[in-house]
């Protein structure tokens, strides 16, 4: 099955598996549409296929950044309705917890939400214990120090305040995508997961 997974919570990242071999690029400075669509057009040339070649399509649903969820989302969307295609959606940080695989089953996952904020999950091997949710990094120190015999895995921009297993890259994209491929769906089900509400919205007390 040919099938392309983007992620564009956290910059841009794209693989394409094609004909059993797979594409892969990333760039971690834009989550920009000028950015993502020379990528998938890129590894679509690299692999020899046009779009109608891919037979499901994939996408990263958040929480992270508005912006670029939301063009990832728009741009998988279009091209499941174009083609007629399905899609499959895997939450940010799932995918961040599987740089742990081989490591642990249980896992703690954290991802940047700005401003000394985060988002974070618990995981036991495919269980999610404890969805995604917004918190301060001092109360997330806390849940990883009441958690001692769980890993830690953050986004890069964590590493030196959590430690444990820092990124994402063509290796976790693999592994969600292998996952997360059977949960099919149409593209009006593919919806972003936003824990945090933008800027303009937030009030007093809200992170």
Same mark, same amino acid.
């Given at each position: ?23 892969? $690029? ?20 690299? #692999? ?6 891919? $037979? ?25 309705? #174009? ?40 995981? $036991?091997? @495919?269980? @999610?214990? @404890? ?5 301060? &990094? ?13 890993? &830690? ?7 030196? &305040? ?24 149409? @593209? ?20």
């Amino acid at each position: 099955m040919n099938y392309l997974f983007i992620d564009t919570a956290e910059g841009t990242r794209a693989l394409l598996c094609a004909c059993g071999k797979y594409y892969y $690029d990333e760039n971690m400075k834009s989550a920009g549409s000028e950015i993502l669509l020379p990528m998938i057009d890129g590894l679509l040339s690299r #692999a020899g296929i046009k779009i109608q070649g891919v $037979d499901i399509f994939g996408a990263c649903i958040g929480p992270g950044s508005f912006t670029g969820l939301r063009i990832g989302l728009t741009t998988i969307k279009t091209f499941c309705y #174009a083609t007629g295609k399905p899609c499959f959606a895997v939450n940010n940080l799932r995918l961040n917890s599987y740089n742990n695989i081989g490591k642990s089953e249980k896992v703690i996952s954290i991802a940047d939400a700005g401003n000394r904020v985060c988002y974070i999950a618990v995981y $036991d091997g @495919e269980k @999610e214990l @404890e969805p995604a949710k917004c918190v301060t &990094v001092d109360d997330a120190k806390k849940i990883v120090e009441s958690n001692p015999d769980y890993a &830690v895995s953050t986004d890069v921009k964590l590493s030196s &305040v959590f430690g444990g297993t820092a990124g994402v890259g063509e290796k976790e994209l693999k592994i969600a995508a292998e996952r997360h491929i059977a949960n099919a769906v149409s @593209e009006k089900e593919l919806l972003p997961l936003y824990i945090r509400k933008p800027q303009p919205e937030r009030g007093a007390g809200d992170l």
